[in-house]
């Protein structure tokens, strides 16, 4: 204000903890909720995505290893993160949306205590999603949840930050990696979040974050045999169709959830696993 | 000096098949517009006359479904919706003999396994379900108690009754009211539990029965009148359901292939390890989903292991399924018989090389003597594709990241198997195998308390146990 | 004696043979026995079952009120089961304790049941508790009455305290001292054993140390011959011949009582050892009120009606 020019802030994307650009080269205008210009995002392309996957894939196998206490810590330590930027994330989403002061930090709030509650679901949900079964023989049978692999997040388009953050930290939080693409409109919280996510102790792929439109790339995450799992809360409901569809030739988890904290959003993403062994000597 | 067994026929006599049956839609038989016939595989005589459900035919059986759960149905509490259940459960213990000699006449499996397995656990499904009808609210994590309303199933021919009781137990459970379709070989024990419901006083329309083939299947899918389907059938059929129910609101759950690893190592107790392999890929003739259809073997014991299978196999009786001595039956269907004999040429002409115990098969009747294939490779057909019928497919490994690697490496995910005497081996397997069911030094065990179902390609959702129950209420988290 | 090229004779050689044998899931074993337990044997291959069956049992005196008189009876029962019917076949031995041997031994040759032999139990049967010395004179008296079959004891607390080249010794020693005057069986008292990984062990310590036969139990404890017990000492002997090209025999003793139990051991044999087995030469079954079932079952099957015992004899 005082006349110095501010320098600003080039929006990237996210793959295995790096900041490329889109390998597309390309780049598209977002502009406020009035229409003014507030920066140049990534068009991020397919092939994007499929590195992202190939991220995503490759550190799957570490991250759902890792205990869930240790799962919880990190998520904990994003949320921590998170809070430490409080100001810079409820100013972006005001130019982004044009919300009140008060309204955006109330979202900037909510994200981190929905990241701090989703926390500290990692070590509790298998004792309630679990079981030991009682079977009809000398058998010993427990069905434990486990993470699905790999999950596509389409991020819904209100509340840029809070929409991304309920859809990203249950997928999170039992194992699974992501790759979310960000709200079309409002992507640069979600883009943002990555400075939290790469100060956490999250490995590298465990979160890839792409930004460019939706009606491109969703039918790519639709199809690539890669992906195990899709959040479609940020598509229309009239697209769901095509997309379920789409997803069929490799039976993706595809589901889209309305409210912002329920177990169910970590579930829907896990798998069931049932063992078998005799009791003798 | 030989032990030879003498025949020892289960009798037909217990069993009464009429010559033609119609549908049961809404409490009562309503005859069908046509009909084809059912046979016996083992003898191809024809059992009966089962009607072809068309698109009328379905349409009345989801009115006549969706009229029993508004009126009726879900105006009950869980207790009293409980209370059926037991009764069908007890009615089924009843005419278990009535059911096992039906079934395998049906299916061709043998009577052993029909008496021993199939109608038991069928029974137990109904008993365990019908305990759960009145503490939904404590069903999982996130779940609700609301029933979706009119659900269609459709089962597959390998274990038509117990397919029957997956299904239809939960779904009565929960509230919801049922559209069933059984295989069109296996229809009968289906139409026979259609009189228990009846005996056991079930309202109208709770349970419909609607006999067909794939028309009808798809009348069923198709139809806006239901709210959730269930389908256990092979992984290409799930799929057409799956894009068919995309654009809808329809809730889905699938049991499809698989192509099941069972892995020994070295330390393994041989001689159960074995009778584990010889069930896993032989019991029901190998028409399993879960079925251990690739045996993957340490190099180490490998010789030893294949010596002592091959001199076991010789053991396993083959003939007349209603004998009671009898080990495998026949292939359900010609068609079936055909798909197999397709895939053990392709795993002769890719080079593996194949055995079987000398064994006579009847001149009438679809047979496959039991078979394995050795010096298998992850590339040969018969290594990727389920064969559905007695025949395994033998490869080996060096390390235990080798074998969990060859175990994984496919598209299906419902079973494995584990054979270990080391605990803390188990246990690391069990965690890095990507399968529904793990099987640790046992195999083929099954329970309604148990969940049961597949990762990626095998389906969606899990049959059983809580995790079972849940699929059946709206909005349920897993 | 070269132990069949398997072990040396020392301690280390036999622990390291015993520890390398694959280990019983009990369940699996369970399982397999319960299935072939569902075997159906009817009609002709029922009436040929009762009549091997008969050929097999040994029949069995062992109380301390054994009297010559009780012996005598008893051995005529096992040359002729049934008096009205001499298609009846005799049975495999008649086992009693060596006080005893001579005495049935006399009587069985002056009723001209020359080629039915007695079976002595010795080593201090049945606890096996007693000094070599004891063990080794009651062996020698057997065999001096006439028992041409052994049926020795191992050293039970030896074998669960891992002193298990002891028990290996003993069994050498008294296989010595038979030579070939008399055939030696080893009873492994499975019930005291418990597990079935220990039977299969005690099994191929047994073998090695030149057993002719396995037996599973002196009847004195319960749980004795049950199936999975008698699958796992099948399962050894049939390893074992594909090791050495020996066959040794197998005596499932005690709780056999019915003719389904032994037909349902038969069914064992036949599906695990193989019909290479199912002669007396090689499998006996120890029992004493079997016989009259197997009688009273025969009975049925000729004549088509359900026998009473009043037709049998009780000795």
């Known amino acids: 204000m005082s006349g110095r020019l501010e320098v600003m802030k080039t929006y990237k994307l996210y ?89 955006s930090l109330q979202e900037v709030s909510d994200s981190v205590d929905l990241l701090v509650w989703y926390a500290g ?11 030991t079964n009682p079977v009809s023989g000398p058998f010993y049978n427990f069905t434990i949840p486990e993470a699905l692999g790999v999950v596509g997040v389409i991020t819904p388009i209100d509340k840029p930050l809070l929409g991304f953050v309920a859809a990203v930290a249950p997928i999170l939080v039992s194992g699974n990696t992501t790759v979310a693409l960000a709200s079309s409109t409002s992507p640069l919280s979600a883009i943002s979040f990555a400075e939290v996510v790469a100060t956490s102790d999250l490995p590298n792929g465990v979160l890839n974050i792409l930004s460019g439109q939706q009606s491109e790339l969703t039918p790519w995450f639709a199809s690539h045999m890669d992906i195990d799992g899709l959040d479609i809360s940020g598509l229309p409901t009239d697209q769901h169709g095509a997309i379920k569809e789409a997803g069929v030739e490799n039976l993706k988890r595809i589901s889209a959830f309305t409210k912002t904290s329920e177990p169910g959003r970590i579930l829907a993403f896990m798998e069931a696993k049932t063992i078998w062994h005799p009791i003798g000597n | 000096m030989n032990f030879e067994y003498a025949a020892a026929p289960e009798s037909r006599s217990v069993v009464k098949i009429d010559p033609e049956y119609g549908h049961f839609i809404n409490g009562k038989w309503i005859n069908g517009s046509s009909h084809f016939n059912s046979i016996n595989p083992a003898t191809e005589e024809v059992l009966s006359r089962i009607a072809l459900g068309t698109a009328a035919d379905v349409d009345a059986a989801v009115k006549a479904a969706r009229n029993a759960f508004d009126k009726s149905w879900s105006k ?16 089924m213990q009843e005419r278990a003999r009535e059911f096992a000699v039906l079934e395998t006449l049906d ?32 069903a999982g994590v996130d779940t609700t108690t609301t029933p979706h309303g009119v659900v269609g199933q459709i089962i597959p021919w390998n274990f038509p009754l117990l397919m029957l009781a997956w299904k239809v137990a939960p779904a009565l459970a929960t509230g919801n009211t049922v559209v069933l379709k059984p295989a069109e070989t296996t229809s009968l024990t289906a139409l026979l539990f259609a009189q228990v419901c009846q005996q056991a006083g079930l309202p109208d329309g709770v349970v419909n029965i609607v006999t067909g083939d794939g028309s009808t299947g798809s009348a069923i899918t198709s139809h806006p009148g239901i709210d959730k389907i269930a389908f256990t059938g092979s992984t290409e059929v799930g799929k057409l359901i799956a894009r068919a129910v995309a654009p809808t609101n329809k809730s889905l759950t699938l049991e499809l292939g698989g192509k099941g690893a069972n892995i020994v190592f070295g330390d393994a107790a041989i001689d159960e390890t074995v009778e ?86 009847p001149d009438k009747g679809f047979w496959f003597a039991p078979t394995i294939f050795t010096g298998v490779t992850q590339a040969h057909r018969i290594a990727r ?42 246990l690391w397997a069990s965690q890095h195998l990507r399968a529904g069911v793990i099987w640790a030094n046992t195999f083929n065990k099954f329970d309604p308390a148990s969940p049961f179902g597949g990762y990626k390609e095998s389906g969606w959702g899990r049959e059983g146990g809580r995790h079972g129950l849940s699929a059946y209420l709206k909005g349920s988290a897993k | 004696m070269s132990f069949y090229g398997l072990v040396d004779g020392s301690d280390s050689s036999l622990r390291n043979y015993l520890k390398q044998l694959p280990g019983v899931d009990q369940v699996g074993a369970e399982a397999r026995a319960a299935m072939l337990a569902t075997r159906s044997i009817k009609t002709t291959s029922k009436a040929w079952a009762i009549d091997t069956a008969i050929s097999m049992v040994d029949l069995t005196t062992l109380e301390g009120a054994d009297t010559p008189g009780k012996v005598q009876a008893l051995c005529s029962k096992a040359f002729r089961p049934d008096p009205t019917d001499s298609s009846v076949p005799h049975v495999g031995a008649v086992c009693v304790y060596n006080d005893m041997v001579g005495i049935a031994r006399q009587h069985l040759d002056s009723i001209g049941a020359h080629e039915l032999p007695v079976a002595a139990v010795s080593t201090a049967f049945p606890s096996g508790r007693a000094s070599m010395a004891v063990k080794l004179q009651d062996t020698e008296d057997a065999i001096v009455a006439g028992a041409a079959e052994i049926d020795m004891v191992i050293d039970r607390g030896a074998f669960l305290s891992g002193r298990l080249i002891e028990v290996f010794e003993e069994i050498v020693t008294i296989r010595e001292v038979c030579g070939d005057r008399a055939h030696l069986k080893v009873i492994l008292e499975t019930g005291e054993l418990v597990t079935l990984d220990n039977v299969r ?55 056999i009582r019915t003719t389904k139990d032994a037909i349902k051991q038969l069914v064992l044999v036949n599906e695990t050892a193989g019909p290479d087995w199912l002669n007396p030469s090689l499998f006996r079954i120890g029992a004493s009120a079997l016989l009259n079932d197997l009688l009273m079952q025969r009975m049925k099957m000729s004549d088509g009606y359900y026998a009473s015992p009043n037709y049998v004899t009780i000795d």
């Open chain 1, 15 to 103: 793959i295995n903890g790096a900041f490329p650009r889109t390998e597309s080269g390309r780049s598209y205008e977002i502009t406020s909720n009035k229409g003014e210009f507030l920066a140049n995002a990534c068009l991020a392309s397919r092939k994007d995505l499929r590195d992202a996957v190939v991220a995503a894939r490759a550190a799957q196998p570490g991250w759902a290893k890792a205990t869930a206490y240790n799962r919880g810590q990190i998520m904990y330590r994003i949320a921590e993160m998170l809070e430490g930027r409080s100001d810079q994330f409820a100013q972006e989403i005001s130019l982004q949306t044009g919300a009140s002061a008060k309204e």
């Open chain 2, 385 to 426: 594709e389920e064969i559905f019928g007695p025949v395994l497919s033998v490869l080996t490994f060096r390390t235990p990241a080798e074998a969990i690697e060859k175990a994984n490496n496919t598209p299906f995910g419902l079973s494995a198997g584990i054979w270990s005497e080391k605990g803390s081996n188990i």
């Open chain 2, 107 to 138: 299916n061709g499996k043998p009577i052993r396994e029909s008496r021993d397995v199939d109608v038991p656990l069928s029974a137990a499904h109904f008993f365990y379900h019908a305990g759960w009808a009145d503490k939904l609210e404590y």
């Open chain 3, 201 to 255: 062990k005690a099994s191929y310590l047994a073998m090695l140390a030149g057993a002719d036969f396995v037996k599973t139990s002196t009847g004195k404890v319960a749980p004795a011959a049950t199936a999975p017990v008698v699958l796992v000492m099948l399962e050894a002997v049939r390893d074992f011949y594909d090791l050495t090209k020996v066959r040794i025999g197998v005596k499932p003793a005690g709780g």
């Open chain 2, 76 to 91: 009950l509490s869980g207790r009293e919706r409980g209370k059926y259940l037991f009764r069908i459960a007890r009615i």
């Open chain 2, 276 to 361: 584990g392999i010889v069930n896993g890929i032989f019991f029901n003739q190998g028409h399993v989903c879960c079925a251990g259809s690739r045996l993957i073997l340490q190099e180490s014991i490998a010789d030893e292991v294949l010596e002592k299978l091959k001199r076991r196999m010789e053991k396993i009786r083959v003939g007349d399924p209603l004998d009671k001595n009898t080990d495998l039956g026949a292939i359900n269907s010609g068609e079936q018989l055909a798909k197999i004999q397709e895939l053990t040429a392709a795993g002769d002409a890719e080079g593996a090389g194949r055995w079987s115990p000398n064994c006579t098969l």
């Open chain 1, 121 to 131: 679901w990692s070590d509790k949900l298998p004792s309630l999603a679990g079981s």
